[in-house]
């Protein structure tokens, strides 16, 4: 593409690689298929008023029937990664016990024609859908979801792990608590003021407790995945900086410290108050395993202003007039990705990075004549965080990858269909897929290792 700048000189380091990502329940559809059973997305969805429009995934982008011709899409752009997830309920249908080989052979099938595509497989062990069966069990409030997990997570390394090479535990364990159990706008709904901090200490305990399992039964890599969105105070005064510590201690270092450090923020007290348990000391040895690389995945920053009102953390977003936003109101700030991997780098002891997820959703105007789906947009974010990336790398942080989200338009959760995360654009009445714009500029990025961002040494 004439926009963008030509150099020879990359210094994206070797063997960085350079992939997208998915996740299940947003693209599969087919979600009773073959024996799978009912997950608490599943039935969210299907419970009037959780979804923008009604939207479920029950067909999405019907990937569990499409999957070939997906792989082969991935192909044609040179992806030489992809980061999937897998459905728990599909594999263990009732979420422990008895396995589903029909849904065990799908990702066995994926994993095998992504190999023979040069395509190497990162699977996520949980991206959100969860057995309904265990959600009536208290999901993850309930202590017992850390040996269900294990188990679980068992099956999946016998299985694949010849296979694959790199594994995450859970996507954005944060997500799962704030929305699900404090704000309820995703499954399972909840509303607490006490669940959210039990939640995510069991989501934290799984992702140890799957650590110590992947070191018995697993020869390969595994991490976790973070959403980080590094937090800036709107002014100096005292109220606005205590109020930035705690916005990062809720967000940021609620998950990233006990991980690497075996200890929560002193901040969540302040944040959670009674709320706030108490833990013993074998929950932090068994969350702070050594892991072999995290995941981080960057969608935008925040500009922290105290206020009394919004419970718990007692802050609010201070609008960015003049900076741009994504249909989804991010703001656009590149910057605020090589500050947080410097930050990650620096506090954890330069552990190796993956950029697991990084995108933006944006209207897309109409397939041009010649049909070209044209996301300047798009483009101009995904330059712009890559050479944040490359900025990162440059200051010696040990990063290791990108994944662009998403490959696929796709369902966005609690917005259904009506955001567009996709490099390749979704007809869901027809299931078309066709490349954007921003396909084709990052198959270039691809193509020439980083050097088509024009960035130089
Ligand atoms: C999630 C994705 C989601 C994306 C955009 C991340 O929080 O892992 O599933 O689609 O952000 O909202």
Same mark, same amino acid.
């Given at each position: 593409?004439?926009?963008?700048?030509?150099?020879?000189?990359?210094?994206?380091?070797?063997?960085?690689?350079?992939?997208?990502?998915?996740?299940?329940?947003?693209?599969?559809?087919?979600?009773?298929?073959?024996? @799978?059973?009912?997950?608490?997305?599943?039935?969210?969805?299907?419970?009037?008023?959780?979804?923008?429009?009604?939207?479920?995934?029950?067909?999405?982008?019907?990937?569990?029937?499409?999957?070939?011709?997906?792989? $082969?899409?991935?192909?044609?752009?040179?992806?030489?990664?992809?980061?999937?997830?897998?459905?728990?309920?599909?594999?263990?249908?009732?979420?422990?016990?008895?396995?589903?080989?029909?849904?065990? $052979?799908?990702?066995?099938?994926?994993?095998?024609?992504?190999?023979?595509?040069?395509?190497? #497989?990162?699977?996520?062990?949980?991206?959100?859908?969860?057995?309904? $069966?265990?959600?009536?069990?208290?999901?993850?409030?309930?202590?017992?979801?850390?040996?269900?997990?294990?188990?679980?997570?068992?099956?999946?390394?016998?299985?694949?792990?010849?296979?694959?090479?790199?594994?995450?535990?859970?996507?954005? #364990?944060?997500?799962?608590?704030?929305?699900?159990?404090?704000?309820?706008?995703?499954?399972?709904?909840?509303?607490?003021?006490?669940?959210?901090?039990?939640?995510?200490?069991?989501?934290?305990?799984?992702?140890?407790?799957?650590?110590?399992?992947?070191?018995?039964?697993?020869?390969?890599?595994?991490?976790?995945?973070?959403?980080?969105?590094?937090?800036?105070?709107?002014?100096?005064?005292?109220?606005?900086?205590?109020?930035?510590?705690?916005?990062?201690?809720?967000?940021?270092?609620?998950?990233?410290?006990?991980?690497?450090?075996?200890?929560?923020?002193?901040?969540?007290?302040?944040?959670?108050?009674?709320?706030?348990?108490?833990?013993?000391?074998?929950?932090?040895?068994?969350?702070?395993?050594?892991?072999?690389?995290?995941?981080?995945?960057? +969608?935008?920053?925040?500009?922290?202003?105290?206020?009394?009102?919004?419970?718990?953390?007692?802050?609010?977003? @201070?609008?960015?007039?003049?900076?741009?936003?994504?249909?989804?109101?991010?703001?656009?700030?590149?910057?605020?990705?090589?500050?947080?991997?410097?930050?990650?780098?620096?506090?954890?002891?330069?552990?190796?990075?993956?950029?697991?997820?990084?995108? $933006?959703?944006?209207?897309?105007?109409?397939? @041009?004549?010649?049909?070209?789906?044209?996301?300047?947009?798009?483009?101009?974010?995904?330059?712009?965080?890559?050479?944040?990336?490359?900025?990162?790398?440059?200051?010696?942080?040990?990063?290791?990858?990108?994944?662009?989200?998403?490959?696929?338009?796709?369902?966005?959760?609690?917005?259904?269909?009506?955001?567009?995360?996709?490099?390749?654009?979704?007809?869901?009445?027809?299931?078309?897929?066709?490349?954007?714009?921003?396909?084709?500029? +990052? @198959?270039?990025?691809?193509?020439?290792?980083?050097?088509?961002?024009?960035?130089?040494?």
């Amino acid at each position: 593409m004439a926009d963008i700048a030509e150099s020879s000189h990359s210094t994206f380091p070797a063997g960085f690689l350079w992939g997208c990502a998915t996740s299940a329940y947003q693209i599969e559809g087919s979600p009773l298929a073959d024996g @799978a059973g009912v997950s608490n997305w599943h039935r969210f969805v299907h419970t009037p008023g959780r979804v923008r429009d009604g939207d479920t995934g029950d067909v999405a982008c019907d990937h569990y029937r499409r999957w070939r011709e997906d792989v $082969a899409l991935m192909r044609t752009l040179g992806m030489r990664a992809y980061r999937f997830s897998i459905a728990w309920n599909r594999v263990l249908p009732e979420g422990r016990g008895r396995v589903n080989p029909e849904g065990l $052979a799908f990702y066995d099938r994926l994993v095998d024609a992504l190999l023979e595509n040069g395509i190497q #497989p990162m699977v996520t062990l949980h991206h959100w859908d969860l057995p309904a $069966a265990l959600d009536d069990r208290g999901g993850w409030l309930n202590p017992d979801i850390v040996d269900w997990f294990v188990d679980y997570a068992r099956v999946m390394f016998r299985k694949l792990d010849d296979r694959v090479g790199l594994w995450t535990t859970i996507n954005e #364990p944060w997500v799962v608590s704030d929305g699900g159990y404090l704000h309820g706008v995703l499954a399972p709904g909840h509303r607490s003021q006490f669940e959210p901090p039990i939640a995510a200490h069991h989501l934290l305990r799984a992702h140890g407790a799957a650590v110590q399992a992947y070191r018995a039964d697993g020869r390969n890599n595994i991490g976790i995945v973070v959403n980080l969105e590094p937090k800036y105070p709107a002014s100096q005064g005292a109220d606005d900086l205590a109020a930035t510590r705690r916005a990062d201690a809720y967000m940021n270092r609620q998950f990233l410290d006990p991980v690497f450090l075996g200890r929560y923020p002193e901040e969540m007290h302040e944040v959670f108050g009674d709320a706030w348990p108490v833990w013993p000391d074998e929950d932090m040895a068994q969350i702070r395993q050594a892991i072999d690389f995290v995941g981080v995945n960057y +969608y935008t920053r925040s500009v922290v202003r105290h206020d009394p009102r919004r419970w718990p953390q007692r802050v609010s977003g @201070a609008p960015q007039k003049h900076a741009t936003h994504t249909e989804t109101g991010w703001e656009v700030y590149p910057q605020g990705l090589t500050d947080v991997l410097k930050w990650v780098s620096a506090r954890y002891g330069r552990p190796p990075i993956y950029i697991t997820e990084n995108g $933006a959703a944006f209207y897309d105007p109409p397939t @041009a004549s010649d049909g070209r789906i044209e996301d300047p947009l798009r483009v101009a974010y995904l330059r712009a965080h890559l050479r944040a990336v490359h900025a990162a790398a440059r200051q010696g942080v040990d990063l290791r990858g990108y994944f662009v989200w998403s490959l696929l338009d796709n369902f966005e959760w609690a917005h259904g269909y009506s955001k567009r995360f996709g490099i390749v654009h979704v007809d869901y009445a027809t299931q078309q897929r066709t490349p954007k714009d921003s396909a084709r500029f +990052y @198959a270039k990025v691809i193509a020439t290792h980083g050097a088509a961002l024009g960035v130089t040494a």
